[in-house]
């Protein structure tokens, strides 16, 4: 078309399933705190978009490789990726969590973690403080393409722990999964919306402009109070 960025329909990346942000409810809705953002902000800024639910790792590849435009999927704003990623204003404070079995008394902290295996996914966060504090503690890792798997993995006993975000396993934990986190939480990065270095600048300005909306009205308060209930 000839009338420019109006008419266009972005692509933008997330994860499968990574609860409170983007899930799929029991209708099979994909619904969370970054799918409702999402979809009040392009209400805001009139944009229209496709969501394609490709897992973490992959979203973060068709964004590297433009084969969509944004991603959203609880991602954390690192010094390492805003080399290749502009960032949103951050909309989410966030850091990795470590989670055992819900019956596991043995493991109480990374210190016990020697000669076991630890489940992390590919590409994210937690992956990165397993593999950075792999040899300190003399674990192995293995690693999972969602979280999902991950967690079923720690909850057969297969891998003694996992590292995800902590609002993630939280939220895991108080819906029923019998898991409990244990061990210091890591300090982390708050949760940005991406595109590709350089790229889709217009949709990044919208993006804030549109968040900075939500925060004045109280619309952001209201999306995350419904997913998770401050104290
Ligand atoms: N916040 C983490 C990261 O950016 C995990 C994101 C995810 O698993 N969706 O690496």
Do not use: W
Not at 15 to 28: L, M, R, S, V
Not at 173 to 194: D, R, T
Request: with cysteine; net charge positive.
């Amino acid at each position: 078309s000839s009338s420019g960025s109006s008419d266009k329909k972005y692509i933008i990346a997330t994860d499968t399933t990574f609860a409170p942000f983007e899930f799929e409810d029991k209708n099979g809705k994909r619904v969370g705190i970054d799918m409702d953002l999402l979809k009040a902000i392009a209400k805001d800024q009139h944009f229209d978009y496709t969501v394609k639910a490709l897992g973490f790792n992959a979203a973060v590849q068709s964004l590297e490789s433009d084969q969509s435009d944004a991603v959203i999927a609880g991602m954390s704003i690192t010094s390492e990726r805003k080399k290749k990623f502009d960032f949103s204003d951050p909309y989410f404070d966030s850091g990795v969590g470590m989670a055992v079995k819900a019956n596991n008394t043995a493991i109480k902290d990374y210190s016990d973690l020697k000669g076991k295996t630890v489940a992390v996914k590919t590409g994210t966060e937690g992956a990165t403080f397993a593999n950075e504090n792999k040899a300190k503690y003399g674990y192995s890792i293995k690693t999972f393409e969602d979280s999902a798997n991950m967690y079923e993995d720690v909850k057969s006993g297969n891998s003694a722990a996992c590292f995800e975000d902590y609002p993630v396993l939280g939220y895991a934990i108080a819906k029923g999964q019998p898991l409990k986190l244990v061990g210091k939480l890591q300090a982390g990065n708050s949760y940005g919306f991406a595109v590709h270095k350089g790229k889709n600048a217009e949709l990044l300005k919208k993006f804030n402009k549109g968040l900075k909306n939500l925060k004045d009205s109280g619309e952001y308060d209201k999306i995350v109070n419904k997913y998770v209930k401050k104290k």
